[in-house]
Structure formats: C-alpha cells, structure tokens
C-alpha cells in the first residue's frame, strides 16, 4: 500500500501506533537499589554517554535497562557516523538556525569529534575510523539534489565535495559508474564498532562510580508535589532526584505527550561473508537512502531498503527480520559493486528507529502528562535514523542541564520537546518514503 500523507490524517493513524513498552526478560535476581542520585532509562548510545558525562561530573548515575545494554537500536546499526545526516540535514538544520543561530553541522561535528577522543581514551578503544562517506548519485536529478545539498552543507561549514566520474573512478576503483554517476565526499565522516562505544562508555562511568541494572523495566515515571520522585519498575519503585529517559522508539509509551510526533520504524542490516578489502575510500550510501560499508575483518554491512519492507516499516514495534528484504538488500550492493554480485550473506537482523515527525530530535525537559515540563525529568528521543551525529552531543548537552541547571557546550533549545507537545505535526519526513515507492 502506498504510504501518503493522507495516512497522517487527525487522530492519528497506522503510523502512529498505540505506544508499547519494549518487550524483556525479566532477571529475578536483579538487584534494584531503592534509591539513586539520577536514573538513566535504556542502555543504549543515549543511556550510555549520559551515564559517562554524569559520572564524569561526580553524580552517581544508575542505569535501568529492560534487557542488556546495547540490546536496541544501538546494537543494530551499520555504524555509521554522517555529520550531514543525510537528507534530514536542510530541514533539521533551517529549524536549528532559528531557535539558536547555530548550524546543525556545530552540533554533529562536535559528535563525531567526541567519538575521536573517547576511542583516545577508552582501553580497546570503539574501532574508530575517520574514514569518509561518499553519497552515490546516480542520475542527474540526484546529481543536482547532490550538488545543492553539498553547497549549502559547505555554506554551514561541513567540509564537503562533489566528485565528478574521473575523481570517482580514482577514488573508489570497485565502483560500477554506470550506476554510480557522480558523488559527494565527506571526508570527517567516520565508522565504529557500536558495541566497543556502548559497553566502554558503560565499564567507564562504572569505574566513577554508575551501576547499571539490566532485566529490569521502568513502567513509569512517578511525578509527586509537582516534580519527578523516582520510577515505578518491574522489580519496585526507586526514588531519584532526576530521571533521564533514553528509551528510543519506546519513549511515546512513558510519555504519551509526545506519541503524536515519534514513529516506530523498522529498519535491517545484513551482512556478508569476510571479503577482501574493497571499499578502500569509506562507507557509502544510496542518495541517503541504503547504506553500506566494510568492517576492519571484512564483512560487508548493509542497511536500509524500507521501501521492500510492509508499509515501509513505518508505525511497527516488531523487530522481527523479514527474509524477503534480505535478498534486495544483497542486489543493491551487486549493482554498485559488481565483485560484490555472488557475496555469500551470512547474517541478518532488524531494530527500530524512532522518526521525529519534524526530523529533529527532542532533547531536554520531559514534558508531564499535562505537556509542561515536569522538574527533574529529562529525556532524549528522536534521532531519526543518526544515533551516531546525535547520541553524543545530546547526552553531553542534557546531562550539563541536570548537573549544572543549563547546556554549557551548546544551546540546547533548538532540541526542546516542547515543539512537539499539543500538536500533531505531519512527518517532514514522509515525502522521500513516498517517493522510494516510485
Ligand atoms: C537497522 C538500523 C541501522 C541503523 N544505522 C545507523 C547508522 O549507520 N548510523 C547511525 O548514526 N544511526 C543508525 N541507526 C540509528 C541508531 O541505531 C539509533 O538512532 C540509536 O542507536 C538510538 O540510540 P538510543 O540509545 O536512543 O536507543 P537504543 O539503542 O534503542 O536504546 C534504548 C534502550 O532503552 C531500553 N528501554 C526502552 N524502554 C525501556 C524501559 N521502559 N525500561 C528500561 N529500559 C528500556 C531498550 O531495551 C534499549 O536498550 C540505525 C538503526 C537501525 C535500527
């Protein structure tokens, strides 16, 4: 069915599902304190660097996750870092502009930056690699999409570069340039192993003192005398002078304010078999849509192709892989590589990615069932696709909030949830989705 606007009518619709709690496995002998300095909900990128940034500014951060850390999102990305977060990067940014003045690129620079200096200081390091993206485009409307995108990302002060056949065919020799017609660099763009950032960040705020629960669930925030008291969990309630929600898609499920403006969509990966070394210039993607690209070891990752997916995968909670897209996935990298047409796949999966109806993400108070902010509650949701440009900086930004009373690094207003309480907006979003069934 195709997806259209008029799917978002008022009211709601497929697309914006009743909220659910994410599903887990209860651990019985989990050992819940009854009381915390400050609870971090989800241990994923979010939960994680808030947990680093607030033990490293002497709270004692406890982290709540349903099941293990790194179990959603975030360990089931490609792993790639985009500084221009691909086609979100003219709408997101024109919002950032007018609440602060700032560029999107401050922000997602400043991410990606932070992902350098903690493979510098974590033991074993994330397996970072600034290693650039080319963006393939492949006929001329994408050219000139390509070419706009790139002089205005230039104009907000992202390094970037449009390569012509002849760069291109230098640059990246495997390509097929019947398909791949033209393309732009980015060359501080940079890939990672999620599960080195995830549990390093983890084992570093545990060594300051943080303590993470896993198999427990937070059912939900408990407000008293105006101001968050702590949480109501699968194991009991624990009181807490703050509580950050890092909960991803499951977010709308806590706080039901925002369930009109956060999308659940299923997105996959799959992998190949260990190949020799064939993207020698970075990870690359399809005109923002699939992207792919080539571990330290050699397995190819690639992910994406929502259009293949049941309505795109838009407003589903189920994280269930679908063997059909698999097959797609792998014709996609044959087309652009054709040494890559007989690749043995040898994995699969599918997690969820939370959209944000305006594409930029919310970051800041938590909004009370009434939509005003609600003291001593905090949240982070919404990345839309880029945890990697966001999940750094936005933790970095909301834990300063809850240490210090304001964001120090950089303004942390253009992210305020409050643009999202008491409206439903349409999904800026929606039209490259509609035009991928083209
Ligand atoms: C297939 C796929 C490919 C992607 N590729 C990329 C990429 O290449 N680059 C990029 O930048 N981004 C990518 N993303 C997006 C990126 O993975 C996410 O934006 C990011 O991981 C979100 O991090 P998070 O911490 O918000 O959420 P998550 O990693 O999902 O963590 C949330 C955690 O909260 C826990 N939780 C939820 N509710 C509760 C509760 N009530 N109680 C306790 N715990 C709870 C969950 O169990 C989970 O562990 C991709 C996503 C997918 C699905």
Sequence with gaps: MPVTSAAFGAGGSRFFPVPERVSFQP????????????????AGFVGAWAAYHLAGAGMRPLVIEANAPASGASGRLCGLALAGVGGHFERVNALVRASSGRSIA??????LDLLEDIDARLPGGIEWERCGSLDLLTDERQAADGRSMAELQRAEGLPVEILEPDDLRDMAPALDLN?????KWTPGDGQLNPFKLVYGLLEAAHRLGARTVRGVRVESVVARGGRVWGVETSHGTVQAGAVLLATNAWTPWLVPSIAANLTPIREHVMVTERLPRLLTQGFETNHCNEY???????????????ATDEAMGI??????????????????????HPALRDARVVRAWAGLLDFASLEIPMAGALPASDGTPLPGGYLVCGLTGHGLPYSSILALLVSELITTGA????????????????????????SPFEGGLG
């Design 27 to 42: 651990d019985p002998g989990a050992d819940l304190p009854r009381s915390a300095e400050v609870i971090v909900v989800g």
């Design 106 to 111: 401050d922000y997602t620079c400043r991410s």
């Design 179 to 183: 398909q791949a017609r033209s393309a």
């Design 292 to 306: 792919w690209r080539q571990e330290p070891t050699g397995e190819l990752l690639i992910g994406g192709h929502a």
């Design 315 to 336: 407003g589903t909670y189920s994280m269930a892989t679908r063997r059909e897209i698999v097959p797609q996935l792998a014709r996609l990298l044959g087309r652009f």
């Design 407 to 430: 964001s120090r690094t950089l303004p942390l207003n253009p992210f305020d949830p409050q643009r999202y309480v008491g409206t439903a907006h349409e999904p800026t979003w929606l």
